[in-house]
């Protein structure tokens, strides 16, 4: 109790000293009306900030910055660009532990993973400060003679960056990452709940040297009014959204009206393959990873685990086993494992789909439930023989449940795994090579664990199919969403 009491202090602290307020034009500002919203620490239920509150006025601040910033930025050398995020990021690296902190006591996820965020983040700027100078372009011959066909790559323009709350400054970074090093100008929008790790960014990013109006950021209470008076703006160039697939949706829809430039990585509902050939230890730590890691509140996370009849019931009895053993508590708090859900709807949502799946017959192998106390709190929770009509095998959990289904032969687990609208990740745990690619390259998700069960990497490309969204974050794909590609003929004579 006194070593997370002395994290709570130290947390505070750090909540005290970043900005609260709008990033306009390279200045911390209230908004207009002088409204704020409150930000709340899932693992106490207690507000620990109170941000500004922006109208659609305070967001077409935030883009005329972006617009004015826009061709200067775009004229600024690669090199000079890719400085800027290397500052950021060596300053991030600095600041580590603080940020954790900060993290950890707006989202609630346990502070060793915090740590693992903020230099999961911090990464992403180090990989796009590289990728700033290789951004090229090409010549050729045309095939009849008499002109060269050259190709260059240029910045789109002023983007507008929506992050979600579950990794509060990993997706910021893998936004405005590859956009700043491409010449773009940005206008942020973090998420209500976690907007405390966003402006601390973005406050590193000012002392890095980011010139004014060349990053934006705005909290808002009122998203779909705010974001939707921006995307009718013709002045903005790009949308690039993290969040659910019911809200990419809405936002495409919107999007269509100026044609703008989109990327989504939206909902996910993860396969995770056990064969009867598999590594069991490796694939109880591969499920406990892929399940657990952020607290289940990841759309790469497993949600579906389909495992072979004949290893099944050892399967389960492990994977309940381990995750009995954790210890639910305060992300903060040194002993725990398992941090608090985002708010209490998420604990009624998980509530209900362990409800409904038990109702339908099946089994707990280990979880009690919400648990009580002034946060948000549910139990890792184990569920053997889920039904297939089962809610929890259609929708995404973000939580600690992992529902288990049997299968007996390859077709069938295939079938199964690529029966959802989603297509984000999928796992699979075999020890037949030729089984693991061919059953890879048929899933059908943008993304494979093969016998691991994190994927995320700041190197890779990230992105799903279906209704899971469109374009790549990160890799050296990842800025290409930020480039447009123009041709110049030139008459040669032959």
Known sequence: MAALQERLHAARAVVDRIPKGLHVDGEWRPSRSGATVSVEDPGTGTVIAEVADAGPADAVDALDAAVRAQASWAATPPRERGEVLRRAFETIMARKDDLALLMTLEMGKPFAESQAEVAYAAEFLRWFAEEAVRIDGGYMTAPGGGSRVVTMRQPVGPCLLITPWNFPMAMGTRKIGPALA??????????????????????????????????????????????????????????????????????????????????????????????????????????????????????????????????????????????????????????????????????????????????????????????????????????????????????????????????????????????SEYGLAGYLFTESLSRGLRVSERLECGMVGLNQGVISNPAAPFGGIKQSGLGREGGAVGIDEYLSVKYLAIKADR
Not at 193 to 213: K, W
Not at 215 to 242: A, Q
Not at 382 to 387: D, F, N, R, S
């Open 182 to 419: 491409a010449g773009c100008t940005v206008v942020v929008k973090p998420a209500k709940q976690t907007p405390l790790s966003m402006l601390a960014l973005v406050d590193i990013l000012r002392e890095a040297g980011a010139p004014d109006g060349v990053v934006n950021v705005f909290t808002t209470n009122r998203s779909g009014e705010v974001t939707d008076h921006l995307l009718n703006d013709s002045r903005l160039r790009k949308l690039s959204f993290t969040g659910s697939t019911e809200v990419g949706r809405a936002l495409l829809a919107a999007s269509s009206r100026n044609v703008l430039r989109t990327s989504m990585e939206l909902g996910g509902n993860a396969p995770f393959l056990v064969f009867a050939d598999a590594d069991l230890d490796a694939a109880v730590e591969g499920a406990f990873q892929a399940k657990m890691r952020n607290i289940g509140e990841a759309c790469t996370a497993a949600n579906r685990f389909y495992v072979h009849s004949s290893v099944a019931d050892e399967f389960g009895r492990r994977l309940a086993e381990r995750l009995a053993a954790l210890t639910v508590g305060h992300g903060l708090d040194p002993d725990s494992h398992v941090g608090p859900l985002i708010d209490a709807n998420a604990v009624k949502n998980v509530t209900a789909l362990v409800a409904e799946a038990t109702a339908a017959g099946a089994t707990v192998l280990t979880g009690d439930g919400p648990v009580p106390s002034d946060g948000h709190f549910f139990a890792p929770t184990v569920l053997g023989g889920v039904p297939l009509g089962a809610r929890t095998l259609a929708e995404e959990i973000f939580g600690p449940v992992a529902p288990i289904v049997t299968f007996d032969d390859e077709e069938t687990a295939v079938a199964l795994a690529n029966d």
